[in-house]
């Protein structure tokens, strides 16, 4: 069973930049992707990377955050500017396996976008 951790969250203000990291306890070479759950709300995707570095983005983040990966380091990024305050939530990364993902949950970082 792979282990992630996510780091890289914090507060930060409306139209400021933060970088998420994802470390895999090994490297995965398939599709990873990033989630987030604001509070209140069900966990969705926001960006995910394929092994041949193909990027799919949802629609309120295109433009604005950006996914890359680093195999080498077991690492999966998510570079986030503009950031508004819907973008508050808690951020995981994992691999999508149809409707649901392959590995157990990480602990996610907290991203609090407020002035």
């Known amino acids: 069973q792979v282990q992630v951790v996510e780091s890289g969250g914090g507060l930060v203000q409306p139209g400021g930049s933060l970088r998420l990291s994802c470390v895999a306890s090994?490297?995965?070479?398939?599709?990873m992707a990033w989630y987030r759950q604001a509070p209140g709300k069900q966990r969705e995707m926001v960006a995910s990377i394929t092994s041949s570095d193909s990027t799919f983005y949802v629609d309120f983040v295109k433009g604005r955050f950006t996914i890359s990966r680093d195999n080498a380091k077991k690492t999966v990024y998510l570079q986030m500017n503009n950031l508004k305050p819907e973008d508050t939530a808690v951020y995981y990364c994992?691999?999508?396996?149809?409707?649901?993902?392959?590995?157990?949950w990480g602990q996610g970082t907290l991203v609090t976008v407020s002035s």
């Open positions: 090994r490297t995965i070479f398939t599709t």
């Open positions: 994992n691999t999508p396996s149809g409707p649901t993902v392959r590995y157990a």
